[in-house]
């Protein structure tokens, strides 16, 4: 079974809420809580954008911007028992996150993936992927930058887990 990052914009209100009750928390995690255009779904992508900025030498408040997208701050409700934690990203900190990651630019930040698809997949740590990664890569750092963008703007929390 796969395991994919996912990714979740809320009110502090219903993070506070999560952080009361386990129920709530569930809820969040079974896309019951919210509506599908406040979830993103990374897939498997965190690891390889990473390494992808890492080689394309980033600037270091880019990678901690990143780290912590893709990580959050805190554990949402320790109570809740699942084999990954959910995490979250206060308003602030999701702010601070966006100001950062607005500074990133996907083609930089990617311009030094080799172009020969092996070559891309070794440098990046990645299993056998069908074609080049680039695309791949490109969609969900744009993605991710885009999603925390919306979420600033909208002085909403960011909720994180593995799925």
């Not at 498997?44 to 990678?63: D, F, K, N, T, Y």
């Not at 996907?106 to 990046?124: R, S, Y």
Request: proline share 6%; aromatic share 6%.
């Amino acid at each position: 079974m796969a395991v994919t990052q996912q990714l979740a914009r809320l009110s502090a209100d219903r993070l506070a809420a999560c952080r009361r009750s386990v129920e709530e928390l569930d809820k969040l995690r079974s896309f019951e809580l919210l509506p599908s255009s406040d979830h993103l779904d990374l897939d498997w992508s965190p690891g390889p954008i990473l390494r992808a900025c890492e080689l394309g030498q980033v600037a270091s408040a880019g990678l901690t911007a990143l780290r912590r997208a893709f990580a959050g701050d805190a554990e949402i409700n320790p109570a809740y028992r699942v084999e990954h934690s959910v995490r979250a990203l206060e308003p602030d900190a999701v702010a601070d996150v966006a100001r950062v990651l607005r500074t990133v630019d996907p083609e930089a930040a990617l311009a030094a993936v080799p172009l020969d698809a092996a070559a891309a997949l070794a440098a990046l740590g990645m299993p056998a992927f069908d074609g080049h990664p680039l695309a791949y890569l490109r969609h969900h750092l744009a993605a991710v930058r885009d999603f925390y963008l919306h979420a600033a703007r909208h002085r909403l929390a960011v909720a994180l887990w593995w799925d």
